[in-house]
């Protein structure tokens, strides 16, 4: 590959260190010279026209997309659905008079993402490509696309494309929510600026990232992760990571459905990773973290400044609710990195993955 590593033992940690900087590129590359957000008029005529976004995604892009669909739905009112690309054409939705389709695709490349694609033109309908790779062929075959300039990730574990979708997908609802009138103090560009801070901050921890990964997940087995509202969807990711790379067999749940069934799988010493970034789901995620020390496990709370309790394992710099997403999935990614390289994992390519996956 003709991108160097430099000083770095692994792409996937040097992609997570370029995660502030990715962040402030598309800051720079969304905002016109009087500070407002950039983006052209037929993508905001789309969205504004749609009565309803379909995301349309795999794996980790499908993640962001979950966070995508809170942010539309949150900032510009607007209903969104996300489903898992290769399941979409089986178990179609019923669709509405005027969708919009967006496809989040780091690579602009997988083959589930694109039988979508092909069979929604097919069906007349428009379509919006969030991509790392404009020119690939997601974009090329959609109506409009919107970049990441994430810069080319080479890990197979994504990182950096991932928070840089969710950053673009901040703006397009800003964008929408104000074509359409909304009033809102929520600034993208300067909450994401605050956001690449906060990144910044805890990528400046890898010593204590390594540590924690050294005391919950050098032997164990299994792990869980838990949270509510945003937080549910970052630890989707988090575990996803963490299976990838380390081969840990991880799972990610909202906080309050653990009980339901899996909470059986928890024994003494099984690591729960709890995520607690959202105010008005503060107690209830600490709730459950107590329903599974109650049964053994050993908790590692990672909370937001400001509604941290004093024992927590580790604590983010505040960010705007919103998000939060951006931030908390950065220790998740470095517990990975960490735990696959004390388990002698392949860290950037693990077995049985592909970087992209261009079969259906
Ligand atoms: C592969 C990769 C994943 C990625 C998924 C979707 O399975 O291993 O890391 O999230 O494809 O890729 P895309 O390029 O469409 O975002």
């Known amino acids: 590959s003709d991108i160097e590593k430099g000083t770095y033992p692994h792409y996937m940690l ?44 795999a794996g980790t892009s499908n993640h962001a997309g979950l966070v ?41 490349e997988t083959a589930d993402s694109r039988g979508v694609l092909v069979n929604v033109k097919e069906m007349g309908h428009k379509a919006l490509t969030i991509t790392n790779v404009p020119g690939s062929t997601l974009s090329r075959e959609a109506d409009y696309t919107l970049h990441t300039y994430a ?28 074509a359409a009138g909304i009033d809102m103090n929520f600034d993208p560009l300067q909450e994401l600026a605050i956001v690449a801070n906060a990144m910044e901050v805890l990528t400046d921890q890898k010593e204590k990232m390594e540590q924690i990964a050294r005391d919950y997940l050098s032997v164990t087995r ?65 709730g459950n973290m107590k329903e599974v020390v109650a049964r053994g496990a050993s908790p590692c709370m990672i909370s937001m400044e400001g509604l941290n309790d004093e024992d927590d394992q580790l604590v983010i710099p505040k960010v705007h609710e919103y998000l939060t997403p951006l931030v908390t999935v950065i220790p998740l990614q470095l ?25 259906e």
């Open 335 to 359: 517990l990975s990195y960490y735990a696959a390289l004390h388990r002698e994992c392949d860290v950037d390519k693990p077995r049985n993955l592909a970087k992209s996956v261009t079969v």
């Open 68 to 108: 995508g669909k809170q942010l539309i739905e949150r900032i510009a009112n607007k209903p969104v659905e996300v489903h898992i690309a290769s399941e979409f054409l089986y178990n179609m939705p019923i669709v509405s008079e005027k969708p919009l389709f967006i496809f989040i695709s780091q690579s602009g």
């Open 14 to 57: 040097k992609e997570i260190d370029e995660q502030p900087y990715v962040i402030r590129n598309i800051i720079s590359k969304y905002k016109t010279e009087d500070e407002t957000i950039k983006l052209d008029e037929d993508i905001r005529q789309a969205m504004l026209g749609a009565d309803r976004i379909y995301i349309i995604a």
């Open 222 to 286: 299994n792990c869980f992760f838990i949270g509510r509202a945003a937080d549910y969807f970052v630890c989707l990711e988090g575990a996803l990571k963490l299976k990838e790379i380390s081969y840990i067999q991880a799972e990610g749940f909202a906080g309050g459905e653990l009980k339901h069934g899996t909470i059986a799988l928890i024994e003494e010493g099984t690591p729960v990773i709890g995520l607690a970034t959202q105010e008005h789901v503060n107690l209830s995620i600490r």
């Open 151 to 178: 810069g080319p990730e080479i890990a197979v574990a994504s990182t950096k494309a991932y928070t840089a979708q969710m950053a673009v997908l901040a703006i397009l609802a800003v964008d929408t929510a104000r």
